[in-house]
C-alpha cells in the first residue's frame, strides 16, 4: 500500500512539474511579449512626440505664411452629417481640380516674394514721381503767377514810357501797348499802335521807312529806359532819319546821357555835334589804321581862341 501511495505521489509531482514548467514557459512567454509592448509603447510615444512637434511646426508655418490658424481652418470643415459617400465624391472631385492644375511649381512662393518686392518698390516710385509732379504743377503755378505779376507790371511801365518818348521823336501824337489776347498775357502777341501827329490811327505798315523807324526806337528806348544800364551802345540806327527826324533823336539822345553814358556809331553830322568825344579811324599808310579822338569841348574853345 504504501509503495502504492509513493507512486501516486510520485506521479501526481511528476505532474506537478510539467504543470510548473509550462507555466514558467507561459510566463517567460508573456514577459517577452510585455517587454515587446514596452519597446512598442516607448517607439509610440516618441512617434507621437515627433508627430506633435511636427504639428506644432505646421501649425506655425502656416500662420507665418498664410495668416491662418489651423485649428479655425480645421473646426470649419467639420460636419456633423457626415457622409462617407459624398465626402469621397469630394475627394475625387478634389483630386480632379488638383490634377487639371498640372504640376506643382515649388518656386512659385520664392518668385512671388520676390515680384512682391519688387512690385512695393516700383509703387514707391510711382509715388515719388506723383509726389515730384505736383511739385512741379505747384512751382510751375508759382512761377507763371509771379510771371504774370510782373509781366503785367513792366508791359503797363513801357507803355506809360512809350507814351512819353514818342512825342519826343514824333514831336506829338500818341502811341501805345495793347495784347492781342487779354485772357492769356504770357501767351499773347503785343500791338504797338501808333497815331502820328495830324494824322488817323494807323497800322504800321501804312508808315514811312523812317517812321517805322522811329516808331522802333521809340519802343526800344522806352524798355531801356524801364531800367537803364550804366552804358547805352547804339550802332548807327540813325542812318534812316532824315534832317528833321534826326533833331527830335538827337533830343532824345541827349535824356537818355542824363542817366547812363551812351556810345555811337555814326555817320551823321548832325549826331557828332551833340557827342563830348569823336573818335574816329583814319589810314595814314596803306595798311595801317589809325585812332584819331577829339574832344569837341576842347575844340570849341580853340576854336574860339583862335577867332579871337
Not at 514558467?24 to 509610440?44: F, Y
Not at 512626440?49 to 505646421?58: D, H, P, V
Not at 467639420?78 to 480632379?96: C, M, P, V, W, Y
Not at 540806327?237 to 551812351?262: C, G, H, T, W, Y
Amino acid at each position: 500500500r504504501k509503495s502504492y501511495a509513493v507512486r501516486n505521489a510520485e506521479q501526481a509531482r511528476g505532474g506537478l512539474l510539467v504543470d510548473i514548467k509550462e507555466k514558467e514557459a507561459q510566463l517567460a512567454q508573456l514577459r517577452k511579449e510585455m517587454d515587446e509592448l514596452k519597446e512598442r509603447i516607448i517607439t509610440a510615444r516618441m512617434e507621437q512626440s515627433e508627430i506633435e512637434t511636427r504639428i506644432t511646426n505646421l501649425h506655425e508655418t502656416v500662420r507665418d505664411k498664410f495668416n491662418l490658424d489651423l485649428s479655425e481652418v480645421f473646426a470649419s470643415y467639420l460636419k456633423d452629417d457626415f457622409s462617407g459617400s459624398n465626402t469621397k465624391e469630394e475627394i475625387r472631385a478634389k483630386r480632379e481640380a488638383r490634377d487639371r492644375l498640372g504640376e506643382v511649381n515649388l518656386t512659385a512662393i520664392r518668385e512671388h516674394d520676390a515680384l512682391k518686392e519688387r512690385y512695393e518698390f516700383m509703387e514707391t516710385q510711382r509715388k515719388d514721381l506723383l509726389d515730384s509732379i505736383d511739385s512741379l504743377h505747384k512751382a510751375i503755378r508759382k512761377i507763371n503767377k509771379t510771371s504774370l505779376e510782373k509781366f503785367r507790371h513792366t508791359f503797363s511801365e513801357i507803355d506809360r514810357k512809350l507814351k512819353e518818348v514818342f512825342p519826343i521823336l514824333f514831336n506829338g501824337g500818341t502811341a501805345g501797348l495793347r495784347l492781342t489776347r487779354e485772357d492769356a498775357p504770357l501767351e499773347s502777341g503785343v500791338l504797338v499802335e501808333v497815331r502820328p501827329p495830324g494824322k488817323k490811327l494807323s497800322h504800321m505798315g501804312l508808315l514811312s521807312g523812317g517812321e517805322k523807324a522811329l516808331v522802333a526806337m521809340a519802343l526800344l528806348f522806352s524798355i531801356y529806359m524801364i531800367k537803364a544800364s550804366p552804358f547805352c551802345l547804339l550802332d548807327e540806327v540813325d542812318a534812316p532819319l532824315d534832317e528833321a527826324n534826326i533833331d527830335r533823336f538827337n533830343n532824345l539822345i541827349q535824356e537818355i546821357r542824363k542817366s547812363s553814358q551812351v556810345i555811337m556809331v555814326t555817320h551823321n553830322r548832325r549826331t557828332m555835334e551833340i557827342a563830348d568825344r569823336l573818335y574816329g579811324v583814319t589810314m595814314e599808310e596803306a595798311g595801317v589804321s589809325k585812332i584819331v579822338s577829339v574832344d569837341l569841348e576842347e575844340a570849341k574853345k580853340m576854336q574860339a581862341k583862335e577867332g579871337k
